[in-house]
């Protein structure tokens, strides 16, 4: 990410190249270039990638499930929130590549919470735990039930909820 004071850079959009397709004509196809045993080899990488991504969303969420159950009121936790914090950053990305995009946007916020120096300084409080509650469940629920993309209707209400619960709060 660009410091606050530079604009990140410019994404450049190039023109498509049909450079293969021209030397080729216009009677091949796809499939005559790269054989359907190719594709579905590639399909099956896939898939078992998704699997293997999953498998390890499932651990991360298990182990941010134990560690916020294991806080209290009242104490100082920098440790439990470091591991909390990279446990959801390491959901981040491969959320994201398995569609789950508003668990992505879920454990991203909880480790932008984590990260956030007032929560580091301060004692665990009832309220920052009711908010690291809703964005544990907002993220379990998205996985098991296989909400993809924003979440639609059940996105809108974890996120209404979260910013009824985070208001007030600066942890940006």
């Known amino acids: 990410m660009a410091p606050d004071n530079q604009s990140p850079p410019e994404a450049v959009i190039f023109e498509p ?5 021209d030397k080729l004509g216009p009677n091949i196809s796809f499939g005559q270039i790269v054989p359907p045993e190719t ?11 998704r ?13 941010i499930d134990r560690a916020v159950s294991a806080l209290r009121p009242g104490q ?12 959801a950053l390491a959901i981040v990305p491969k959320a994201g590549m398995c569609d789950y995009l508003l668990a992505a946007r879920l454990a991203k916020i ?10 580091g300084k301060a004692h665990i409080n009832p309220h920052t735990l009711a ?8 993220i379990k629920t998205t996985v098991e039930h296989n909400i993809t993309g924003d979440g639609g209707a059940i996105g809108a209400t974890i996120l209404d909820e979260l910013s009824k619960l985070t208001s007030g709060h600066d942890f940006s």
Not at 39 to 49: L, P, R, T, W
Not at 54 to 62: K, R, T
């Open 131 to 138: 908010i690291f509650a809703c964005l544990v469940e907002g």
């Open 76 to 87: 100082y936790e920098t440790t439990a929130l470091k591991r909390i914090g990279d446990c």
């Open 110 to 119: 909880l480790h932008e919470i984590c990260e956030h120096e007032d929560i």
């Open 39 to 49: 594709i579905h080899q590639a399909e099956k990488i896939i898939i078992d990638s």
């Open 51 to 63: 699997q293997v991504m999953l498998n390890e969303i499932n651990i991360e969420i298990a182990r």
């Open 17 to 21: 190249d049909q450079s293969l397709k």
